[in-house]
């Protein structure tokens, strides 16, 4: 009588990866089921073996990796972020780094939930600790190649004096950065048996769209101001546009002198 | 802490198989009633289009997201109940025997992926609000405005089309027909579309206005009806000089 309800929820099994002929499956290599125990190895992983990466997240103890990987993207983007304050120095020594770390968080944040049902839709099997974990792959192996570009920026930031070229080249660096983590967040979703890729691409324009647009939402990054976030909303077009502006009329004034 | 965590789990993973059309499962399920199915679909659709509602009513006041995030679900929830026996009746006159309960189910399904979807969405939206410049007569004219409207009916445009294609798919695979699954689809699909832009018409405004006040209800919710109105604006068009 106090059962009300005799039929038990019916949860799907996982289903098992397709096996596709000649292809080989994450975790065949013995070595990519060498667990990753710590950030040096996570590090190494993501640049030598991504594959490692992506079967260590299929894994039931994903959460420390993913922890690891987030600590990495973090302490990275700081790192980043202080070479990116050299150029004002100042406030912008402590302000740039907090702005870069917190942005590129909080941008993976709201994309999140749109990724996992883009995940979903396209039938891939992901779970959603995987798709955390993919997501935090991105980020690590984005923030790790700004540091590789590091020093290029702080020599540039040194000898020049234009926010609108600082800004182009950090945009540069950045684009191509994210050009491989996106790289990485793709072979993982190739790996769990997504049927269409379309929703993934769509995604991605999303992503970038919300990464641009808290660059322009944090502003300044780069230059100066009275107030940590800007006191007028801007839209990131408008917001470079007006860049361009200002750097056309030094550019004219200047000359003129 | 650790049963809540395998429940959650298990929502989760119920959800995921809806979005991602996994037909046989889905057609068991709406083939056996389960209570608690039935109230994670309601709560789905609660809080995914809640928080898209809240999102879309944000720009305009506070007061305004939190009068969205009720209306955008009822919208969705009173349809679904209104059309309930219209559908229910149809589908057999259209070749597709099965069950009230079952007819209900699967519509109740579609919406839960399209409200997911929304929901999913809420945070961009929220950070595009974020973004935009207080709303005021100017912004309102402006390019602003209409990114914001476009935005908005794009993703709910993309929800409501995963949720029927979803639909389809389930009904194809209860009636063993595309033709018959097609055909009962359409007829659900004109039945909604009727009574939900009433509800819509009805329960405006969602982005709201900055030259009138935040209310829950307009003055004149009651006065006249979409299809009047559309008719009205359509007359002007063809007889103004």
Known sequence: ?257 | MHAQSAKLKTHLAEIATLLRGETETISAWSECWNARRFALHIAVIIFGAGLFGATMGWWRDPRQALYVAIKFPLIILLTTAGNALLNAMLAPLLGLNIPFRQSFSAILMSFTVAAAILGAFSPVMAFMIWNAPPMSSQAVSGATYSFIKLANVAVIAFAGTTGNVRLFQTLARLGGSKAVAFRVLVARLAGNLFLGSQLSWILRPFIGSPNLPVEFFRATALHGNFYENVFHSLMQILTSD
């Open chain 1, 1 to 257: 009588m106090n059962e009300q309800n005799p039929v038990p929820p019916q949860i799907p099994p996982r289903i098992p990866p397709v096996a596709t002929p000649g292809v080989l499956q994450l975790g065949d290599d013995p070595a990519e089921r060498i667990p990753i125990s710590n950030v040096v190895a996570a590090i190494d992983s993501i640049l030598r073996h991504p594959r490692r990466v992506m079967f260590q997240l299929r894994q039931p103890d994903a959460g420390k990796l993913i922890a690891m990987m987030l600590l990495v993207s973090v302490i990275c983007s700081l790192i980043y972020g202080v070479v990116v304050g050299t150029f004002s120095g100042g406030d912008q020594l402590w302000a740039a780094p907090a702005k870069i770390a917190l942005g590129l968080m909080i941008s993976a944040l709201i994309c999140l939930p749109s990724l996992y049902i883009f995940t979903c839709l396209s039938g891939s099997q992901a779970r959603l600790v995987e798709v955390c974990g993919l997501l935090a792959g991105l980020l690590m192996l984005m923030t790790i190649l700004l540091i590789g570009f590091a020093p290029v920026a702080w020599i540039f930031s040194q000898s020049t004096e234009s926010l609108a070229w600082m800004g182009t080249l950090h945009l540069i660096f950045w684009f191509i950065a994210t050009i491989f983590g996106l790289r990485f967040l793709e072979a993982g979703f190739s790996h769990s048996n997504a049927r269409s890729h379309a929703g993934f691409h769509t995604w991605v324009v999303i992503f970038l769209l919300v990464a641009v647009q808290m660059t322009t939402a944090l502003r300044p990054i780069i230059g100066t101001a009275d107030t940590f976030l800007p006191k007028e909303k801007q839209f990131f077009v408008s917001h470079w546009g007006d860049c361009l502006k200002a750097t056309e009329k030094d550019l004219k004034s200047k000359l003129r002198e």
